[in-house]
């Protein structure tokens, strides 16, 4: 046995980032479970474009508002309380969604789930990095990103599956009739409650961060955590000193931190690929994947079945990045992943160019469609929130991740909005174009401005950015 696995307690630590990861789950389907009520919803409501897009997106304004006021909440009342409000805020969505009486309500309950999804967004990854020992910090983190993805692909096989009953069954329950016949968009939003009811009573099992304790000065407390996670003595004590000579005088310094010349460069370049990584279409995928499909001539249950495809690329996908992101490096999988998006991106274009005057069938677009998911999963989603998670100086941590997370949520709104916009008057084909040439600038500076951070600590990061001017 190594000296690693007699001073790490790895199992405590699985736990404690499988439980928070849960948050990720919750992400997931709330995101991905709209693809397949947008049609129904669309039909019932009579919506037009804009309000099309306005449905898609309202739960991203909520995810803004969550996302801005997350970290300052985290570094206030601690990393556990805020993803208990988060579960909370998942709860009231998928209730409220399932019994919306109009279009208004379902509006107002999309966006206190999206609240709940700007939270986890920037919480978990965050309670996860200041957990984890730097050795396996990409992996831990990356469960995050694998429970996403698990999200996903149960939103989508519950799509599918609510759609085949509400076309071959029927109900003697008016209730379950108008949940997953008449209305079947309701069973669907409202399935949400399972994984959200889940989260809410997993998280009183879990302590609050380490970090977070130090940083309010409630060291024993913190000394207490780190005991279970490090059982040896020696290493719990310079766990522990590490940390607390990272606060130094700076302890309180709050936002003010935020403007040393290091630290906002690192804000800066945290934002600028956070914000660029929603314009590379992985969203648009996400959200209008069944509708891309359907503008192909796919019928919808072909579609439905189509996008359940991407979610298990998507997962599987992410399963081989956790294993490999602690051994590859965070930008390798970058430099590698983003090369294929432009590719199949291009291709996807090209298909809906001219893909009738070639030849080109359904195959060719699901290839390159399963292929785009393929290098999105494992590079830039499996490393955008290992990198946000572990740029910034314990004491501003939440705040500067709050900032990154605000980026993160406005290109994902604006992608939101803008997709039914952009299908329709750049058509599909300049759509997929303009994506593709938006991965250029992301791999730029992550080539240029970020440093590998793989196998480094937290402070061994956080005076990195510092000695940056």
């Known amino acids: 046995m190594t000296k690693a696995a007699k001073t790490v307690n790895t199992g405590y630590m699985i736990f404690l980032s499988t439980v928070s990861a849960i948050g990720g789950i919750l992400f997931g389907y709330d995101t991905a479970v709209i693809s397949g009520t947008i049609g129904i919803v669309t039909q019932q409501f009579s919506l037009d474009t804009m309000q099309q897009g306005w449905y898609v997106g309202c739960a991203l304004i909520g995810s803004i508002a969550g996302a801005c006021v997350a970290g300052t909440v985290s570094d206030g ?13 998942f709860c009231i969505c998928a209730i409220g969604c399932a019994e ?13 789930g999206g609240i709940g999804v700007g939270f986890v967004s920037i919480v978990s990854p965050v309670y996860i990095s200041e957990i984890s020992v730097p050795e396996k910090r990409g992996t831990l983190v990356s469960l995050y990103q694998l429970a996403v993805t698990v999200g996903f692909l149960a939103a989508y096989l519950v799509n599918y599956g609510i759609l085949h009953i509400s076309q071959s069954s ?7 009739d108008r949940m997953l ?6 069973g669907m939003l409202g399935s949400g409650a399972v994984p959200a009811i889940l989260f809410l009573v997993t998280i009183f099992c879990i302590p609050e961060s380490p970090k977070w304790l130090v940083t309010k000065g409630k060291d024993q407390a913190a000394r207490n955590v780190l005991g279970r996670i490090y059982p040896n003595g020696d290493r719990l004590d310079k766990e522990y000193g590490i940390t607390r000579a990272s ?11 935020l403007f040393r010349p290091g630290i906002l460069k690192a804000v800066l370049i945290g934002s600028a690929i956070a914000i660029l990584g929603q314009f590379m279409g992985v969203n648009a995928v996400l959200y209008y994947g069944p509708e891309i499909f359907s503008k192909a001539g796919i019928a919808e249950g072909d579609a439905l079945f189509s996008q359940v495809l991407v979610g298990i690329v998507n997962m599987a996908t992410t399963v081989i990045a ?13 430099y590698w992943g983003v090369s294929g998006m432009i590719l199949s991106l291009l291709m996807t274009g090209l298909y809906f160019a001219c893909g009738e005057s070639l030849g080109l069938g359904n195959t060719f677009l699901l290839v390159f469609f399963l292929f785009y998911v393929f290098c999105c999963a494992i590079s830039i989603s499996a490393v955008v929130f290992v990198l946000l998670s572990e740029m910034y100086p314990n004491s501003v941590r939440g705040r500067a991740m709050s900032i990154a997370g605000f980026s993160l949520w406005i290109g994902t709104y604006l992608i939101g909005q803008l997709t039914p916009w952009m299908l329709e008057t750049l058509t599909p084909a300049g759509t997929f174009f303009l994506f593709a040439a938006m991965c250029v600038p992301y791999i730029l500076i992550m080539w240029k401005c970020v440093p590998e951070t793989t196998g480094k600590s937290l402070e061994e990061i956080e005076a990195y950015w510092k000695n940056r001017n």
Not at 100 to 110: I, P, T
Not at 181 to 186: A, F, G, I, K, S
């Open 322 to 334: 956790l294993f490999i992101i602690d051994k590859v490096g965070r930008k390798q999988l970058v």
């Open 181 to 186: 016949v008449d209305e079947y968009w309701r």
């Open 77 to 89: 009342i601690g990393r556990k309380k805020a993803m208990l409000a988060a579960a909370i805020f």
């Open 247 to 257: 606060l130094g005088s700076e302890e309180k310094s709050g936002w003010k931190e």
């Open 170 to 176: 029927a109900f003697e329950s008016g209730f379950l």
């Open 100 to 112: 919306s009486a109009g279009f208004s309500q379902l509006v107002a309950f999309r966006i206190i």
